[in-house]
């Protein structure tokens, strides 16, 4: 049975940093990762995804130029390093994983994704 787990959340100040990881398990997912988040209140929406093919990534506009998404495909992980957090990037981040999209893909879109983790707490106090 295929899973991720992420890992990395916490409380951090405005400005602080964190780095989230999700290491997926019971198969290699060759094809697009991706991080989304969830406020509450809100729709989960999307973060960042990264290509099997590692030289393509995707940001949504409030995180561009803060986030940065990588991957290790040997160890079949995806990493998100957040920067300059904000309280507004408080909340439930999600990793997702692709199992159809191609080599090149990075999909924004929450059903493009098959395999989803349970997601790590991230507050950002003011």
């Known amino acids: 049975q295929a899973q991720l787990v992420e890992s990395g959340g916490g409380l951090v100040q405005t400005g602080g940093s964190l780095r989230l990881s999700c290491a997926a398990s019971?198969?290699?997912?060759?094809?697009?990762m991706g991080w989304f988040r969830q406020a509450p209140g809100k729709e989960r929406e999307f973060v960042s995804a990264m290509s099997w093919s590692n030289d393509r990534t995707f940001y949504a506009d409030s995180v561009k130029g803060r986030f940065t998404i990588s991957r290790d495909n040997a160890k079949n992980t995806v990493y998100l390093k957040m920067n300059s957090l904000k309280p507004e990037d408080t909340a439930l981040y999600y990793c997702a994983a692709s199992t159809t999209s191609g080599l090149y893909s990075v999909p924004s879109v929450g059903h493009e994704y098959d395999y989803w983790g349970q997601g790590t707490q991230v507050t950002v106090s003011s």
């Open positions: 019971g198969r290699t997912f060759r094809s697009a």
